[in-house]
Structures are given as C-alpha cells and as structure tokens.
C-alpha cells in the first residue's frame, strides 16, 4: 500500500514538472512580441481613448495610422464635435488640419520630449531604451496577456510609466495605459481593428 502511494506521489509530480514546462511564461511571449514586431512597416487601427485630468474625464474615438519610419495620421471620429480633426506627424513636423473652419496648424521641429506614446513604435523606442522595464502575463476571464511596462523620460508627474497589452494568442495590442506619479492611469486607449504592415499610401500623410 504505501508503494503505491509512493508510486501515485511520483506520478502527480511528473504531470506537475511537464505541465509546467509546457506552459510558455512571459518570457517567451517577450521573444514572440519583438520577432513580431522587430519588422513593422505600418499599421491602422481604431482607438476608444479615455483621458483623465483635473477630475474630469474625456472620451475621444479615432484612426490611428503609421507608415515607417516616422509618419502617423490620427483622424478624430467622436466626440462629434471634433469629428474629421486630423492631425498628421510626419518626422519633426506637425499639421492639424480643422474641417469645420478650414484652417491649418502646422507646428516644425516637434519636441521629441513630448512624444505621443500612443503610437506603438515610440513605446516599443522607449521600453528598448528605458532601465526600468517590466513583462508580466496577466491573467482575466476574457482572455491571456502579455504587459510590457516602462518609465517615460521627462520628468513630467503625469506621464510617469506606460503599459501595453498584447493578447497572447493573436499578439495584437489590446490596451494601453499611462500612469501618473501616483501610479494612477490618466490615459487609457483600447486598440481594435488592428491591420500590421499593410500597404499605406504616402498621400494619406500629406495636407496641401
């Protein structure tokens, strides 16, 4: 009797040992995402954004697209009354173009300090360069990620860290969040629709 409880005891740890060596850790979905995305040429995708300050709340629905190595077009869907509002970053420079009014901004030789994080090759700049740096699975009903999480340079208390999700079975962004010194999020966009190294057109990113 005790053999064979000896023998099932053995048994049990055996199925523990494999089980736990065919689970990939976060590690390994690391390595998926860089060789993943190592090669990305462009993407589009749809963007839900929550941004919180000074107690108040805002929501905004827009397009995010991107051609390398430096040009994205964020096109403004709701609230409806900033509805068509584009705004093109094509290097240094920026234009928001207004269609209510017809009237063009243009700024030149963007500040690199206050580079949009929102926009995925800047983070992934930033989390290859930053020393602090996290990759963690977590875990929720709906699903298994990968976060990746770190520091934003410039000393600005509400732009502190930022996190992204990648779903574990497709690698797609899911959400991104940006946290302030208090650890609290002030920013939150959830990616949908999301389409890597498609072709894009170089006139999108143009406003004569």
């Not at 995305?37 to 963007?47: A, E, L, P």
């Not at 705004?87 to 269609?99: E, H, K, L, S």
Request: charged letters at 25%.
């Amino acid at each position: 009797m005790k053999k064979c409880k000896y023998l099932i005891a053995i048994l049990t740890l055996m199925i523990t040992l494999c089980s736990c060596g065919t689970k990939e850790n976060s590690t390994d979905y690391y390595t998926k995402i860089f060789e993943k995305y190592k090669n990305m040429k462009s993407y589009r995708c749809k963007v839900e954004l929550t941004v919180t300050s000074n107690k108040t709340t805002s929501f905004y629905t827009m397009k995010h697209c991107y051609l390398e190595p430096d040009k994205y077009r964020v096109e403004l869907e709701a609230p409806d009354s900033m509805k068509g509002l584009t705004t093109i970053y094509n290097g240094p420079d920026i234009i928001t173009v207004a269609p209510d009014i017809q009237k063009k901004f243009e700024i030149t030789d963007y500040n690199a300090q206050t580079k949009d994080y929102l926009f995925l090759p800047n983070f992934f700049e930033n989390y290859y360069k930053s020393e602090q740096t996290s990759v963690m699975v977590d875990n929720h009903d709906e699903g298994e990620y990968t976060v990746l999480r770190a520091d934003i340079p410039g000393n600005n208390i509400y732009r502190c860290s930022q996190a992204v999700w990648f779903d574990n079975l497709t690698l797609l962004p899911v959400k991104t969040e940006i946290y302030d010194l208090k650890n609290e999020p002030v920013i939150i966009a959830r990616f949908s629709e999301f389409e890597m190294n498609i072709k894009l057109q170089d006139e999108i990113f143009k406003i004569n």
